[in-house]
């Protein structure tokens, strides 16, 4: 089992950055691939990003691509997800998760744990 502790939320204009982290523990770091998601009020959660074991492969959803990044530091056991122009629509709770396999992939029920999640909330 891993335990999950996200970071880094907190409120910022539009058009500005947050650097979200996610602290894990128990199994071993290295071996899982780690993802991003999130939920705003109303909807469903959705995919945001994922990292492969090694940090060399990542994938985003659209909504993500070119304004956010995805990456890991095995020796600390930490996943990051900078954040850049934010937008109204990016505001929700952002969850991180860890994968059952080494690659990673989009679905949700892929990913065996999740942090508890942080808020983020994009003003205009």
């Known amino acids: 089992q891993v335990q999950l502790a996200e970071s880094g939320g907190g409120t910022v204009q539009a058009g500005g950055s947050l650097r979200l982290s996610c602290a894990a523990s128990?199994?071993?770091?290295?071996?899982?691939?780690m993802g991003w998601f999130r939920q705003a009020p109303g909807k469903e959660r959705e995919f945001v990003a994922v990292?492969?074991?090694?940090?060399?492969?990542?994938y985003y959803a659209d909504s993500a691509k070119g304004r956010f990044t995805i990456s890991r530091d095995n020796a600390k056991n930490t996943v990051s997800l900078q954040m850049n122009s934010l937008k109204s629509e990016d505001t929700a709770i952002y969850y991180c998760?860890?994968?059952?396999?080494?690659?990673?992939?989009?679905?949700?029920?892929?990913?065996?744990?999740w942090g508890q999640g942080t808020q983020v909330t994009v003003s205009e």
């Open positions: 990292i492969n074991w090694s940090g060399d492969l990542t």
């Open positions: 998760a860890a994968h059952k396999a080494s690659y990673g992939s989009m679905a949700g029920t892929d990913f065996g744990s």
């Open positions: 128990g199994r071993t770091f290295k071996t899982y691939a």
